[in-house]
Protein backbone atom coordinates (compact mmCIF):
# COMPACT_ATOMS: atom_id res chain seq x y z
CA UNK A 1 0.00 0.00 0.00
CA UNK A 2 1.79 3.18 -0.75
CA UNK A 3 1.31 6.08 0.94
CA UNK A 4 1.23 8.74 -1.54
CA UNK A 5 0.79 12.02 0.96
CA UNK A 6 -0.15 12.77 4.42
CA UNK A 7 -1.82 15.77 5.13
CA UNK A 8 -3.91 17.14 8.44
CA UNK A 9 -3.45 13.89 9.82
CA UNK A 10 -4.84 11.93 6.67
CA UNK A 11 -3.19 9.02 4.96
CA UNK A 12 -3.73 8.77 1.28
CA UNK A 13 -2.45 5.51 -0.51
CA UNK A 14 -4.08 3.41 -3.36
CA UNK A 15 -3.41 -0.92 -3.26
CA UNK A 16 -1.24 -2.65 -5.69
CA UNK A 17 -3.61 -4.73 -6.99
CA UNK A 18 -6.33 -2.05 -8.47
CA UNK A 19 -5.06 -1.23 -11.48
CA UNK A 20 -7.49 -1.85 -13.41
CA UNK A 21 -9.91 0.36 -11.53
CA UNK A 22 -10.37 4.14 -12.60
CA UNK A 23 -8.02 6.25 -11.15
CA UNK A 24 -9.16 7.07 -7.45
CA UNK A 25 -7.18 7.50 -3.86
CA UNK A 26 -7.98 5.80 -0.36
CA UNK A 27 -7.98 8.36 2.95
CA UNK A 28 -7.83 6.96 6.37
CA UNK A 29 -7.48 8.65 10.10
CA UNK A 30 -8.35 7.38 13.50
CA UNK A 31 -10.82 4.59 12.17
CA UNK A 32 -12.57 6.68 8.90
CA UNK A 33 -11.65 4.63 5.84
CA UNK A 34 -12.81 6.24 2.34
CA UNK A 35 -11.99 5.96 -0.90
CA UNK A 36 -12.94 8.54 -3.56
CA UNK A 37 -12.84 8.08 -7.47
CA UNK A 38 -10.73 10.74 -9.28
CA UNK A 39 -12.20 12.13 -12.55
CA UNK A 40 -9.03 13.38 -14.80
CA UNK A 41 -11.15 14.70 -17.24
CA UNK A 42 -13.48 16.87 -15.05
CA UNK A 43 -10.89 17.32 -11.75
CA UNK A 44 -14.05 15.92 -10.00
CA UNK A 45 -14.09 13.85 -7.07
CA UNK A 46 -16.69 11.07 -5.91
CA UNK A 47 -16.67 9.24 -2.71
CA UNK A 48 -17.13 5.99 -3.48
CA UNK A 49 -17.64 5.35 0.33
CA UNK A 50 -16.70 7.17 3.60
CA UNK A 51 -17.05 4.68 6.61
CA UNK A 52 -17.82 6.39 9.71
CA UNK A 53 -17.10 10.16 7.96
CA UNK A 54 -19.04 12.87 8.99
CA UNK A 55 -19.56 15.83 7.38
CA UNK A 56 -16.41 17.73 8.25
CA UNK A 57 -14.31 14.40 7.52
CA UNK A 58 -15.66 14.63 3.72
CA UNK A 59 -15.04 18.16 3.31
CA UNK A 60 -11.65 18.13 4.72
CA UNK A 61 -10.55 15.27 2.84
CA UNK A 62 -12.41 16.33 -0.02
CA UNK A 63 -10.07 19.76 -0.16
CA UNK A 64 -6.59 17.94 0.35
CA UNK A 65 -7.43 15.93 -2.80
CA UNK A 66 -8.44 18.73 -4.60
CA UNK A 67 -5.31 20.58 -3.70
CA UNK A 68 -2.90 17.60 -4.40
CA UNK A 69 -5.30 16.58 -7.48
CA UNK A 70 -2.44 16.58 -9.79
CA UNK A 71 0.36 14.79 -7.05
CA UNK A 72 -2.33 12.45 -6.73
CA UNK A 73 -3.16 11.87 -10.44
CA UNK A 74 0.87 11.36 -11.03
CA UNK A 75 1.33 9.30 -8.69
CA UNK A 76 -1.54 6.72 -9.84
CA UNK A 77 0.11 6.80 -13.34
CA UNK A 78 3.39 6.18 -12.08
CA UNK A 79 2.15 3.35 -10.08
CA UNK A 80 -0.06 1.52 -12.21
CA UNK A 81 1.82 2.27 -15.49
CA UNK A 82 -0.05 4.61 -17.41
CA UNK A 83 2.55 6.71 -17.97
Not at 2 to 11: D, F, N
Not at 21 to 29: G, T
Not at 55 to 75: G, N, Q, Y
Request: net charge positive.
Amino acid sequence: MPTVLRKRGWRFFFYPNEGGEPPHIHAQKAGMDGKFWLDPRTRRIHIAYAYDFGPKEIRDVIAIITEHFDHLMSAWSRFHGQQ
